[in-house]
């Protein structure tokens, strides 16, 4: 499996911007699809996920409202649409696949196998 994320950019505080993750290789119904963020200094951190089959989603606190994630089967791709963003967003984004990930470990980077190579999103104030 391999992942490819883009979309990253600098904007101002309020904006929006839609990254992307084309999934390519095999892919299985019951793999988790995950965005996670890094700020330097900081630990990977998780940002939001979707089950590839059935399309639940999960998201952490700090982006509950203003980010989506969604998926296009067709196209293999997920999306984190981003709206209000603001300065403490910025980070490199990285999107992440797992076949193995529960609810109990969702958030955890380590339960992730496979990773794209991060898009970096700035946005200033």
């Known amino acids: 499996v391999q992942l490819q994320a883009s979309g990253g950019g600098l904007l101002q505080a309020g904006g929006s911007l839609t990254l992307s993750c084309v999934v390519s290789?095999?892919?299985?119904?019951?793999?988790?699809m995950g965005w996670f963020r890094q700020s330097p200094g900081k630990e990977r951190e998780f940002v939001a996920a979707?089950?590839?089959?059935?399309?639940?989603?999960y998201y952490a606190d700090s982006v509950k409202g203003r980010f989506t994630i969604s998926k296009d089967n067709a196209k293999n791709t997920v999306y984190l649409q981003m709206n209000s963003l603001k300065p403490e967003d910025t980070a490199v984004y990285y999107c992440?696949?797992?076949?193995?990930?529960?609810?109990?470990?969702?958030?955890?980077?380590?339960?992730?196998?496979?990773w794209g190579q991060g898009t970096l999103v700035t946005v200033s104030s």
């Open positions: 992440a696949s797992s076949q193995t990930v529960i609810i109990s470990n969702m958030k955890n980077p380590t339960a992730y196998h496979y």
């Open positions: 290789g095999r892919t299985f119904s019951s793999h988790v």
């Open positions: 979707i089950r590839w089959s059935g399309g639940r989603t």
